[in-house]
């Protein structure tokens, strides 16, 4: 499959790689559009996001701070999808710049910012259905992170846009995904119950240590207790999907203040923050007792990869081992029971299902990133040779399906 750098329609010059199983791709992305913050934010924070003329491009701005996070905030145009997927396979042996990498952009076509037209780029690619998030959303909370209450009110502005734009579950095929911010617990938990009322299949949280009046603290802490409950008792799945989880704080440390730029090569950010934010996250709820208070909570580790999951459970075990009496049950066997995980097409996938079991592995394909997948289904071409049947079907879709409680039966896109 090739996109044109210039049309709007999609040139299909070979077919792409299908499956003839059910596909249930727990890791697509939509792009906003320039009103996605603000159509529904209240007149009183009408100023603290807005978009402005820098040197001849557009740039967001929030609360007064031009933003570099998204090169592209208007996403008029974006990379092409899986460009970066030689790259993430195989290194970068010639040393090229990320513009290099990434080659020559295209203009964005309806499917990326509509639902109609992914339903039917979705069927060229052989995906039924696909968990959608957004992508310059992810920004939004560490920028307002000392104002908790502008937090809320732009998180829901923003929910309101992606209901209007692609309700929460069209056709039981794409289910975008709302996000839910945690700094007040009661809003949370009303922002979630505004979510479920209009048919939320799953929401995400940021994987992020929770900004508050009183500073930042572990969502693993107690008062945050009868949020968790409201998930479990709304049977909801939670998404941690990789964000700006603020860790340019500790690293800034050692490099002076700077603004996370995920689309920048830099060795030192690379090496030092990684996967960290989702360890640490995965670190609190279970030593902070979440999953022994919430057992039936479930939780999905999405487009932070695996290759951080052996050496955490290894650290887990220890650390189980030298004090029990920390833990009301095993902490190991906990999040192996509640958490599952999308692994990147390039990670150790062996090793994982070695790990945790192929029945909490979520294919997930990143498209239309540059990062991902260029043909979603080419996924189960990574999968270990040899893997059962049973296995590779359900990591391709069945087990996402489970824990979204969906059918995980319907026939696969043709």
Known sequence: ???????????????????????FDADNHFYETKDSFTRHLPDRYKGAVDYVELHGRTKIMIRGTVSEYIPNPTFEVVARPGAQEEYFRRGNPDGKSY??????????IPAFREPGPRIELMDELGVDRSLM??????????????????????????????HEEWTF???????????????????????LEWLVERGAKTILIRPAPVPGYRGSRSFGYPEFDPFWKAVVDADILVCLHSSDSGYSRYT???TGPSEMLPFKLD????????????????????????????????VASIESGSDWVTSFVHHLED????IPQEFEKNPVEQFKTNVSISPFHEDDLKGLIDTIGADHVLFGSDF???????????YVDHLPSGLPEEDLENIMGGNLARLMRVDASVGAAK
């Open 1 to 23: 499959m090739i996109l044109t750098s210039q049309s709007k329609a999609i040139t299909v010059v070979t077919m792409p790689r299908v499956c003839d199983f059910p596909v």
């Open 99 to 108: 513009r290099e990498l990434i080659g020559e952009p295209m203009r964005s």
């Open 133 to 162: 998030f957004p992508t310059l959303a992810s920004l939004l909370e560490e920028r307002m992170r000392d104002d908790p209450e502008l937090t809320h009110a732009a998180i829901h502005a923003l929910n309101q846009w992606i």
């Open 169 to 191: 579950n069209y056709e039981g095929r794409i289910f975008a995904v709302p996000v839910v911010t945690l700094p007040i617990v009661e809003k949370a938990i009303e922002e």
């Open 252 to 254: 800034s440390d050692w």
């Open 267 to 298: 060795a030192f950010r690379m090496f030092t923050a990684g996967k960290r934010p989702m360890e640490d996250s995965m670190a609190a709820l279970c030593c902070h007792g979440v999953f022994s208070r919430f057992p039936d909570l479930r």
């Open 319 to 322: 650390v189980y081992k030298k």
């Open 368 to 378: 239309p990133h540059p990062e991902g997948l260029a043909e979603p289904c080419s």
